[in-house]
């Protein structure tokens, strides 16, 4: 059974940091591409980051240089860290995976977590 869990969500002030966590299990972790995905109250679900089986990563702009998306595949886990955490950044966010690569929309990822809610807010 595919199962993809997400972690390590909260409650954080507006420059501060937190690490997601997306533990997956049930498939061959290797062979797949992780992205994180967001969607804030009232907004469409948006691409946070993604890192391909061979290690590729993508930023959007808006995250970019605040970002970081790392895998360990001997834990099974991606983690996406957040430095400099704003506002816009507040939503649920969500981990994906899907074959090798990166994909351009969410619809094209196979597996989906439950989520973890961001809340970026003083």
């Known amino acids: 059974q595919v199962q993809l869990v997400e972690s390590g969500g909260g409650l954080v002030q507006p420059g501060g940091s937190l690490r997601l966590s997306c533990a997956g299990s049930g498939f061959t972790f290797d062979d797949v591409a992780i992205g994180w995905f967001r969607q804030a109250p009232g907004k469409e679900r948006e691409g946070a980051s993604c890192i391909s089986a061979a290690g590729n990563t993508f930023y959007p702009d808006s995250v970019k240089g605040r970002f970081t998306i790392s895998r360990d595949n001997a834990k099974n886990t991606v983690f996406l860290q957040m430095n400099s955490l704003k506002v816009e950044d507040t939503g649920v966010y969500y981990c994906?995976?899907?074959?090798?690569?990166?994909?351009?929309?969410?619809?094209?990822?196979?597996?989906w977590g439950q989520g973890t809610q961001v809340t970026v807010s003083s």
């Open positions: 994906a995976a899907a074959e090798f690569s990166c994909r351009a929309t969410g619809p094209e990822y196979d597996y």
